[in-house]
């Protein structure tokens, strides 16, 4: 092996020559872009939809949604029974087959699912399964207390107070010895306080070990899924892709690299050939689905094109047949095309307030400035594809689910609020800032709302914006008046938005903590039977929509173009889209 | 020669070290995270993730452990693309920049140079105004206006040309997506050479050696080509070092348009995840190739100029 700078040349030399290869393109190769390089491919650390986009083509959950209307089909398990009061799911699973071959088995899925609760791993979601199987929070806090000691002595100094604060929150009976041992150790007087609060902790909390989490592999084709709470929508998250079982042999031997293009086994409808960065990515159709019979025989290659014009033009010239997102520009006139398909998503987008700090921390002062914003003419002269203003934070057609409504767009209640609030007129009204992310649209949006604020109330904002990373941090250390936000549903279930506004919820980012709405949100949790479910949850949703944290504004739409030879999509609520009954009716023109 | 090239290389080190040195310091005092996103993360999440990238280390031995991986050829993992070495990832994209890059060069001195010699031969006569209008034009559309509006004349309306990609092999039909990329890439570089050139060609037409020719009767053309363009050329060929450099580790706005998978977007997107392992990695390159060709820009004068002396 080459060492150092002899090596870096070699290699630039040698991908300089790699990047010349290459082949003609198949005509029978269904091109999708895909908006930008995913960042991942390993299922339990994908970040959205970049990712999913492709990972749901590769591996396949126990159950599946339905593409038309994204209801919950048997995946890898064939048939499931609920017991055990709502919490035990016993999935039993139908001989499915890795694409290299190896039979799907029960414990792939364990050995999955207890792979993303593993803190070390820094899955962003792992949340959406350890708050859901049995003991999966307090397994997962052991193992990040165990790291964290592990960790100490190469910890910078300051980090050290705040790791100490989190581990009286994380420690388990077994760490009491190693937490003398720092102790004995610590200099610094705050952390050693911090570390003897922690001790006390750890002896009120039994061990978890691994073996105690919710869900064991009974034979090869059983699985037994022990939940924390009933949970409603349970099968729906079994759908989701940090649900996707990986093929443990292969990420044993291959640690980091297991999802590079030549190692990669999955177990869904297609399976990996080639991965570019930046420049395409190509599946073919994976022989070894269970259900391969009735997927067809494509090559699907995604393009990571993040200028939408350019991706419009290749798909006017024939170079792609589906495209995720449209120029905004162009909506007017794409509205009429037949190839352009639009409907509900289940996004929302929102301003939030800070109710820590200022003049958002009085209701009526929310209230005002909620009622002062015409919707209307957000969605006709700003956002214009037809996206639907929104007066709940929970958007339409969630089965069995009515979003409770906030107060319409009304100046002159506005007004009056505002004079109760203290400020007739506008008077003596401090100037807030409304905070977005550099983006057009946002930019056109905080604008409106300025001059909306200033006709209706006679008060004054700034506009401030910031590049994404730093509006991050803002919106977590909640230094902002106002900020605008969006929210994507993850599974089909009012509880997706409403849940992020419980006081103890790390998205909630307004300072909100009600009392009311945490009792709510927890009861709907516990609740079995489907519609007092929901009634609790409207409940939620109406305390929201009346002390306004948040105001909604408009719900998204999905924005698809597809050319007449690609059948089997379908337009639905979460823009997702499984690959399976997709067909390419003929040789696509180039 | 040979010591001057050593001099310079090793100075160059001395410059690499501390444009590295900088460069880490710079990004890790930004704000924000290269781990944050929309959804929060866990904090004992976040931690971990600080410490397999080594970031919970305290700020110098992060900073030693970097420049020790440099020293050993290891540009480190990205933050962005999880699992991916920041080598696999700009390697490649630095190959597909520098091949449109060296087609963007030429492309700016073949039409540069000429231009420059036209309008220093024609001075101040309808040659002269035309390439001087040109050059204008050049420097002041810019390459993200006129990148799309090379499209829609030359891919969308004419279907002369494809509308964005890189080539997938080296077929006739393939090169063609080189075209416009490279075209919209030189453009700006076209003027400033061509300025350059008449510029450099007017001063040396009238120096005395070049009277001394056209009185021993040497034809036209010959003083042009021979004689002056020689001297003529010296500041194109400062020009041409800083334009290579930059050229060729790619555009952003270029390979936005064209959909290129070349090393500007990454530099970009890099530097906006805060994946400051690509940043560096990025810059580093960058800098290696601005020292590389300042070091052949000055060989270049020697060879052109024999009162240049290298030392």
Known sequence: MLKGVPRLLLSIVLAGVAACGGAAEDPNTLIVNNSTEPQTLDPALEKGQPEYHITIALYEGLTVYDPKDLSVKPGVAESWELGGDGTVYTFHLRPAKWSNGDPVTAADFEWSWKRVLDPALGSEYVEQVSRYLKNGMAYFDGAAADGTIQGWAGTKPEKRLEDAKSLVKLVQRRHADPLKALIAAEKDQAVSTELNNAFSECMKRPDVTLGQVGVKAKDDRTLVVTLEAPTAYFLDLAAFFTYFPVHRKTVETHGKDWTRPEHLVGNGPFRMKTWKVKDHILLDRNPNYWDAANVADLKLKFLPVENASTAFNLYEKGRIHWLTEVPRDYIEELLNRPDYHTGPFLTTYFYGFNLNKGVTKDKRVRQALARAIDRQKIVKFITRAGEIPAESLVPPGLPGYEPAKTNPFDPEAASKLLADAGYPGGKGFPKIEILYNTQDVHKKIAAAIQEMWRQNLHIESELRNVEWKIYLDMQSRMEFDVIRRAWIADYNDPNTFLDMFTSANGNNNTGFANAEYDRLVAGAAKETDPAKRMKLLHGAEAVLMDELPIVPMYFYITKNMWKPEVTGIYDNVRDTHPYNRIRLAEKPGK | ?311
């Open chain 2, 1 to 311: 020669m040979i010591q001057f090239i050593l001099k310079r290389i090793s100075g160059g080190v001395l410059t690499l070290f501390v444009i590295a040195t900088l460069c880490f310091f710079i990004i890790r005092f930004a704000p924000g995270s290269p781990f944050t996103g929309e959804r929060k993360l866990p904090p004992e999440v976040l931690r971990n993730l600080e410490r397999a990238y080594n970031m919970d280390k305290p700020l110098p031995v992060q900073y030693l452990l970097r420049m020790k991986g440099y020293l050993s050829g290891d540009l480190g993992l990205s933050t962005k693309y999880l699992g991916k070495r920041v080598d696999e990832l700009l390697f490649p994209s630095f190959g597909t920049s520098l091949q449109l890059g060296l087609l963007g060069f030429c492309f700016s001195l073949l039409m540069g140079v000429p231009i420059g010699i036209l309008a220093a031969a024609k001075q101040n006569r309808l040659p002269d105004y035309l390439s001087s209008s040109a050059a204008l034009f050049g420097i002041c559309v810019p390459n993200f206006l006129l990148g799309p509006v090379l499209v829609m004349a030359f891919a969308l309306s004419l279907h002369w040309l494809p509308v964005a990609g890189w080539p997938e092999d080296f077929s006739g039909e393939e090169l063609l997506k080189l075209i416009l990329p490279a075209v919209t890439l030189g453009a700006v570089h076209v003027a400033y050479v061509s300025r350059l050139t008449r510029a450099g060609m007017l001063d040396v037409l009238h120096k005395d050696y070049i009277r001394t020719a056209r009185a021993k009767g040497v034809d036209e053309r010959s003083v042009f080509l021979k004689h002056a363009l020689k001297n003529g050329i010296t500041p194109v060929l400062s020009y041409a070092g800083p334009m290579a450099a930059y050229i060729f580790t790619g555009s952003v706005v270029v390979e936005k348009i064209f959909n290129l998978p070349g090393m500007g977007q990454h530099f970009v997107d890099a530097a906006l995840a805060r994946d400051d392992a690509m940043v560096m990695g990025a810059v580093l390159i960058y800098s290696c190739l601005v020292i590389l060709f300042n070091i052949a820009v000055d060989i270049g004068y020697s060879l052109l100029d024999p009162r240049v002396r290298l030392a």
